[in-house]
């Protein structure tokens, strides 16, 4: 079945470090991917997302490239912020359902220090 | 942006008692939510797909009858933990995709945390 695999944290860098959090995935078909991210108390929100193979989704400097023949939609942000400590789902959703679920990953813990 | 809302926002509670979470979707119409798990450092595990007018569809493994689901109107859904115990202390999310939408995004509530003593 379908399945999202995320690098394990927690990720602990320095303002204006490099990041880069792995994620992999198995499915049937053609899922779209997506990464939320979900700070302290409040709900997930939509960071970006990609829909077909190649596709980069991009927000907030974060950016994520859609890899079909490595089956993976790495996180990468070159520069993160103290703002950016949050924590990170990897989700896919099966490419045949207009209104499915989503897959997620376990969640990354990043935190930035100053 | 789309909101969803729940209530409570946290919520204790004794043993062998039953507490209900609201999740309502604010600005547009839902005919169907979603009603996540979230385990402490564990992903979210999707509990039942909660249909407007109809019955719930329940994942594998959860007990339909111990988390009860009422999807009464377009903007509101229901989740009901019947008898409760310790074990189901945990944070509860929803979510709602907008119909229609190409982009299949689903919008969250901000999660109840539920304490059963």
């Known amino acids: 079945g379908d399945s999202v695999t995320q690098m394990e944290g927690p990720v602990t860098l320095s303002e204006e470090a490099f990041l880069t959090i792995n994620c992999t995935y198995t499915?049937?078909?053609?899922?779209?991917l997506f990464w939320y991210v979900q700070y302290p108390g409040e709900g997930l929100q939509l960071l970006l997302k990609a829909t077909k193979a190649d596709d980069k989704g991009s927000n907030k400097g974060f950016e994520a490239t859609y890899r079909k023949e490595t089956t993976s939609f790495h996180l990468e942000k070159g520069s993160v912020q103290v703002s950016d400590s949050a924590v990170y789902f990897c989700?896919?959703?099966?490419?045949?359902?207009?209104?499915?679920?989503?897959?997620f990953g376990r969640g990354t813990q990043l935190t930035v220090w100053p | 942006g789309a909101v969803v809302s729940q209530h409570p926002s946290r919520v204790i509670c004794k043993s062998g008692t039953s507490v209900k979470i609201e999740c309502r979707s604010l600005?547009?119409?839902?005919?169907?939510m979603f009603w996540y798990r979230q385990f402490p450092k564990k992903s979210l595990m999707l509990m039942a797909t909660s249909n407007e007018g109809s019955k719930a569809t329940y994942e594998q493994g959860v007990e339909k009858d111990k988390f009860l689901i009422n999807h009464a109107s377009l903007t509101l859904s229901t989740l009901t933990v019947t008898s409760a115990h310790p074990e189901d202390s945990s944070f509860y999310i929803c979510?709602?995709?907008?119909?229609?939408?190409?982009?299949?995004?689903?919008?969250f509530g901000p999660g109840t945390r539920l304490t059963v003593l």
């Open positions: 979510s709602a995709p907008i119909s229609g939408r190409g982009n299949n995004e689903q919008f």
């Open positions: 989700a896919l959703k099966d490419g045949g359902s207009t209104l499915g679920r989503l897959y």
């Open positions: 600005d547009f119409q839902a005919t169907t």
């Open positions: 499915a049937t078909g053609y899922p779209s």
